[in-house]
């Protein structure tokens, strides 16, 4: 019903209530299990990853959510942060000892190949533009199941998309701060090009929310637009973030690692910049910090004592 909550919505609505529910308290059960050990999950994690959930209940279960099915500028602002700040606050919420007992699962062993950074983009490209065909994207309009499907695909290939840059899964060698560059160039790439085609389309290309800009006083094609400059405004300040995020990691990083370079110089221990950088990248720094100090007092215990 136009301007009314959707009988089907609130079905999905407190579905969706349910399912997060469970979700957030299976990570608050698997954080108190690791609470008060060396795997505990610090506190901002922990932050980031229940802020991610309410985040995504109040967008799927706000009273004005009914909103997104009448304006497509409300329904992509709606996506966007689930699909992107949502998923990206979960993502900072998860550790390796926190997603160890989903991975020891029988068939879960997939989630490691999805997580690798090239399939990672690929899917997250590929659910973006396919939900945004016109007939798919008013299915989900039309039929709740199709819409249900929708969100848990914007939120699951989004979260995946974050994974190589956030999430704990060990990523490739390869994949150093150069090519997360590159990554996050390609995601930002992969938005603007969407949100360029809905901008400047010569027509409106989703006739299903005619009736509800109607009653915004809003043309379709105008309504369109909106939504293609939500995107683009969106995805260039996340990506300015991104950018600010990997400069400072990169200072950070570079820092560690020469610190960690004299260390091994004072020391007298042998240590190779590359292997310095590994380290560092992995976030065992302080571990190799740790075993420089050991080789130097087992190198002074081993020396022969003079005679005098």
Sequence with gaps: ALHGINPNLSLIAGVNLALYGIFAALYALRVRTLAGTPRAVPGWRQACFLSGVALILVV??????????????????????????????????????????????????????????????????????????????????????????????????????????????????????????????????????????????????????????AYWHITPLADQQVAGGIMMVEGSLLTISLFAWLFLKTARQGEERQELMDLARVRGVELTDRRAARAVAAGRGPELRARIEQDAVDADDAAPVSAG
């Design 60 to 213: 799927l279960v706000s009273p004005a959510s009914h909103i997104a099915e009448e304006l497509f500028l409300a329904h992509m602002a709606e996506h966007l942060l689930l699909a992107d700040i949502g998923t990206l606050l979960l993502v900072l919420g998860l550790t390796g000892p926190v997603l160890a007992p989903v991975l020891r699962l029988p068939g879960m062993g997939f989630i490691r190949i999805i997580g690798h950074p090239v399939p990672a983009l690929g899917l997250w490209a590929l659910d973006l533009y396919l939900w945004h065909v016109p007939s798919i994207h008013t299915a989900a309009l039309d039929h709740s199941a199709v819409h249900a499907l929708q969100h848990a695909c914007f939120i699951f290939f989004g979260a995946n998309m974050w994974m190589p840059l956030f999430g704990p899964l060990p990523q490739p060698a390869w994949f150093t701060n150069v090519w997360q560059l590159a990554y996050i160039v390609a995601v930002r790439l992969v938005g603007a090009v969407l949100g360029n085609v809905l901008v400047w389309g010569d027509h409106a290309f989703y006739p299903r929310y005619a009736a509800g800009e």
